[in-house]
């Protein structure tokens, strides 16, 4: 596949040049769109903000590497879960709210959101932005990919819900299996669609 490793390159004051023994890939999302989440990294903390992923899958289904994902960042803040996971972003909104039924959605920031909607009561919220086809198929090929090259079973979650103890989990998770307070990724991914299919690869 394809790997843009260019365009949203980060510096090392981005994360922590450190190599670490890889045990799972964790799949989150943005929540905003047109890459803004890359301009809020390099802007915070001085430009020294280190609370990154390796790498992000646009709606296009580009795949764009901020750094080698063998280092790692503080995107969790807790050393054993920050070193061996692989953190991938999908570029999405995430939840979405309306003034009335007949008004347009809105993201979190307060932005219209114009694309297409998926309807699901989960976490507090009942309205999610959609996941794209190309991101799904893309998301597939880089998980298949990181999976071969540091040695982590090619498995996953076939839910989104939060994971008890997931200490001993080598494999692919979504950020809300990790706390319950995490929306993503949402009620719009198709969790048993995704393990069935990176499985049968």
Same mark, same amino acid.
């Given at each position: ?11 090392? /004051?981005?994360?922590?040049?450190? *190599?670490?023994?890889? %045990?799972? &890939?964790? @799949?989150?999302?943005? #929540? ?41 960042? /503080?995107?969790?803040?807790?050393? *054993?879960?920050?070193? %061996?996971? &692989?953190? @991938?972003?999908?570029? #999405? ?47 597939? *090929? ?60």
């Amino acid at each position: 596949m394809v790997i843009d490793d260019k365009t949203y390159q980060l510096e090392e /004051k981005n994360y922590i040049p450190i *190599e670490c023994i890889k %045990k799972q &890939i964790v @799949i989150g999302h943005t #929540n905003n769109n047109e890459m803004k989440h890359v301009v809020g990294w390099k802007k915070r903390h001085n430009g020294r903000y280190n609370k990154t992923a390796a790498f992000t899958i646009d709606a296009a289904g580009v795949v764009y590497k901020h750094f080698d994902p063998k280092y790692q960042s /503080k995107y969790f803040r807790k050393l *054993e879960l920050d070193t %061996k996971s &692989i953190i @991938i972003l999908l570029e #999405n909104d995430g939840w979405l709210t309306r003034k009335n039924a007949n008004s347009a959605f809105y993201n979190w920031k307060g932005d219209i959101y114009n694309g297409k909607v998926i309807g699901k009561l989960w976490r507090g919220f009942n309205m999610w932005s959609h996941y794209s086809d190309k991101q799904f198929e893309a998301s597939a *090929e880089l998980v298949t990919m990181l999976c071969d090259e540091f040695f982590i079973p090619n498995v996953a979650m076939s839910h989104n819900t939060k994971i008890v103890d997931l200490s001993d989990y080598h494999g692919v998770v979504y950020k809300s299996n990790i706390e319950k307070y995490y929306t993503d990724l949402s009620p719009a991914w198709n969790c048993e669609e995704f393990k069935n299919k990176i499985e049968q690869i």
